[in-house]
């Protein structure tokens, strides 16, 4: 049966499963000679042959074929649409779009599990693209997640806001974004105090321009 096998292997995990069974009976190969024959570690080694030695006993199911695997694109735009358009009426007039409430309701009738912001974003034709922010990233491509964007407003007012509401107006606010911006590496702490509090003459010049 290893011999057939060998001769039918149509990849090369089937034809390494094949050979570590094969080589030590017919060559009277040892383990390690194995391994280093078909290329893997004596433990691969190992559990190649006992795989191979269970499937053709039954006790383990053959290995699916990649072509047998759930494709990454589960359907096409169209079918996308269809299935979401239920959920895009019920947005309302105000054009919300709740995503959690569905979720269940979409695997169901997807009958496989499904990341639902990814197929949401396809459909509208935007792009999602998460962070993972567990290992510290933020930023992808220079697109900023929006969660820092809040965060980074929320500091800024937080800190003003011992300046008695000079960020309160959003006419000032944006006016500190913009020196923020334009001056670049000449910022210092000591100038953006004396800009909140209006004694600083080159960050009203620069406003004027």
């Not at 094969?22 to 290329?39: D, K, V, W």
């Not at 409430?101 to 997807?110: E, G, I, T, V």
Request: hydrophobic residues 40%; charged residues 20%.
């Amino acid at each position: 049966m290893a011999r057939n096998a060998v001769r039918i292997a149509k990849t090369v995990d089937e034809l390494r499963s094949a050979q570590a069974l094969l080589l030590p009976l017919e060559l009277g190969l040892s383990l390690l000679q194995t391994a280093i024959t078909i290329c893997r570690s004596k433990g691969k080694t190992c559990t190649l042959h006992t795989n191979y030695c269970k499937r053709t006993t039954g006790r383990m199911a053959a290995p699916v074929a990649k072509r047998n695997l759930r494709n990454r694109a589960n359907r096409s735009l169209e079918e996308e649409r269809a299935l979401l358009q239920e959920v895009f009426d019920s947005a309302g007039v105000g054009g919300v779009l709740v995503v959690p409430p569905f979720a269940d309701k979409l695997r169901q009738k997807m009958g496989v599990p499904l990341s639902l912001y990814r197929s949401v974003a396809h459909s509208l034709g935007i792009t999602h693209r998460p962070v993972n922010l567990s290992a510290g990233i933020r930023v992808i491509a220079g697109i900023y997640h929006i969660q820092n964007v809040n965060a980074y407003d929320s500091r800024l007012k937080q800190w003003m806001k011992r300046f008695h509401g000079v960020a309160q107006v959003f006419k000032k606010l944006s006016g500190l974004r913009r020196w923020l911006e334009r001056w670049g590496e000449h910022n210092s702490p000591i100038v953006g105090l004396q800009a909140a509090l209006g004694r600083e003459n080159q960050f009203q010049l620069l406003m004027q321009t």
